[in-house]
């Protein structure tokens, strides 16, 4: 459940810059990005509003991610488990730490969906790859007082 004391606009503005400056740097996502994204101001503030939807509720976003991502050509398993693992990396940044570990539970149950949607609109006769496999922000992350 979305909390909004979870995380200011501020916040969220933070993990999504910091988290699409690696993607679009990434030898592995960077090119996907480069082709379907032109003008990064069109898209930034969406990403903006479906984190802060999804963390604190904020209900500024309308869209349909599922569509959106089902219309990209070649995502694959190991995509996904890549935009997860930087999306970890910029979450484990945050000095909000409730927010980082929320941020990075709901990236996994949604990277899943994603994912799986993926596959049975794309290769419905494919048995599903199990899913991606970390459930949270790593331990291993500092936790700063
Ligand atoms: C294989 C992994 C992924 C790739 C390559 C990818 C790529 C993209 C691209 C290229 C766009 C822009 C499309 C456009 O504007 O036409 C986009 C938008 C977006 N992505 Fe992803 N994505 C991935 C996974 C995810 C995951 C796991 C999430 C959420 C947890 C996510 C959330 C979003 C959101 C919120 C948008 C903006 C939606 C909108 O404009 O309404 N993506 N993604």
Redesign the pocket.
């Known amino acids: 459940m979305p909390l909004p004391e979870l995380c200011t606009e501020t916040e969220v503005a933070e993990l999504v810059t910091t988290f699409y400056a690696k993607a679009r740097d990434d030898a592995i ?1 960077g090119p ?2 480069e ?3 032109g003008d990064w101001s ?2 930034m503030p ?2 903006v509003a ?2 802060s939807t999804a963390l604190c509720g904020s209900k500024s ?5 599922m569509l ?2 089902r ?2 050509p070649g ?2 398993h190991s ?2 488990e ?3 693992d930087l ?1 970890h990396e910029a979450a484990s940044a945050l000095s909000n730490r409730p927010m980082a570990e929320r941020g990075g539970e ?2 996994q149950r ?2 899943q969906s ?2 799986v949607d993926y596959q049975l609109q794309r290769e419905p006769d494919r048995i599903p790859a199990s899913p991606p496999r970390r459930a949270a922000t790593p331990r291993s992350v500092p936790v700063s007082a």
């Open positions: 996502l996907v990005f082709r379907h994204v069109r898209p969406k990403m479906f984190w976003y309308r869209g349909n991610p959106l991502h219309a990209l995502l694959t995509m996904f890549h935009w997860l999306f709901l990236a949604i990277a994603l994912r």
